[in-house]
């Protein structure tokens, strides 16, 4: 039973246009939602995270919006730059206490220069 | 540097062996995290050290995994008769783990290559 589900699992998008990346989760325990980016080779970076009392998060270029009720969340980068080429997962954990991230299985964004 | 750091970075066995996989944490984190990704997959949780216990061992896939973690630092996942669906890449991320359920950020290792032939 995937609980984090990253539909798209790729994405190209043409330099300075603006990169949406899509994530949906069934469980609605998740009170904490975390983007992550991976490049080839090397574990996953922090990127931007939000929490369920809020619907937006800014940071530079990077924007993650939450929709509670449709249990949709979304990460907008503008503009898109080609160093932002790299695979996202979104992640997400519950408020019970416990530790155990679930993420989805990724988007490869690739920006075209 | 000061990152969580993995060994060996690539390791290639037979189906049979025993392997065992390194990670070295940031210091002063206490939280500790194993995940794995196999090909075209996302990350699959492993198991979960809170200093040197783990509290949740629900993501080891058979009794042949098994993880250790000494002196709140240094964690080494063990797999034995390792199998060829074990290939995958195996990370490791540590937290501060203090703030208990609000989703710390995790910082990640660059990951042990495992290919079982």
């Known amino acids: 039973d995937q609980q984090v589900k990253q539909n798209s699992p790729s994405l190209s998008v043409q330099e300075g246009r603006i990169s949406i990346l899509n994530c949906d989760y069934t469980?609605?325990?998740?009170?904490?939602f975390l983007w992550y980016k991976k490049y080839p080779a090397e574990g996953p970076t922090f990127l931007i995270s939000?929490?369920?009392?809020?619907d937006k998060n800014e940071d530079g270029r990077f924007t993650v919006f939450l929709n509670k009720s449709a249990k949709h969340l979304s990460l907008h980068i503008v503009p898109s730059q080609p160093g932002d080429s790299a695979v996202y997962f979104c992640?997400?954990?519950?408020?019970?206490?416990?530790?155990?991230?679930?993420f989805g299985t990724g988007t490869r964004l690739k920006v075209l220069a | 540097g000061a990152g969580v750091s993995q060994s060996p970075s690539n390791k290639v066995t037979e189906k049979g062996k025993d392997v065992e996989l390194r990670c070295d944490p940031i210091?002063?984190?206490?939280?500790l995290y194993w995940y794995r990704q196999s090909l075209g997959q996302g990350l699959e949780f492993l198991i979960y050290?809170?200093?040197?216990?783990?509290?949740?061992k629900s993501g080891l896939p058979s009794d042949r995994f098994s993880a250790e973690r000494t002196g709140g630092s240094v964690s080494t996942l063990t797999i034995q008769r390792t199998q060829q669906e074990d290939s995958a890449v195996y990370l490791c991320?540590?937290?501060?783990?203090?703030?208990?359920?609000?989703?710390?950020?995790?910082?990640f290792g660059p990951g042990t290559r495992l290919l079982v032939l």
């Open positions: 992640a997400a954990i519950g408020s019970s206490g416990t530790y155990k991230y679930i």
């Open positions: 991320a540590s937290s501060l783990g203090v703030v208990r359920g609000l989703g710390e950020t995790q910082y």
């Open positions: 050290f809170q200093g040197n216990s783990a509290p949740d």
């Open positions: 939000i929490s369920s009392i809020k």
């Open positions: 210091s002063g984190h206490t939280a």
């Open positions: 469980n609605s325990m998740f009170d904490y």
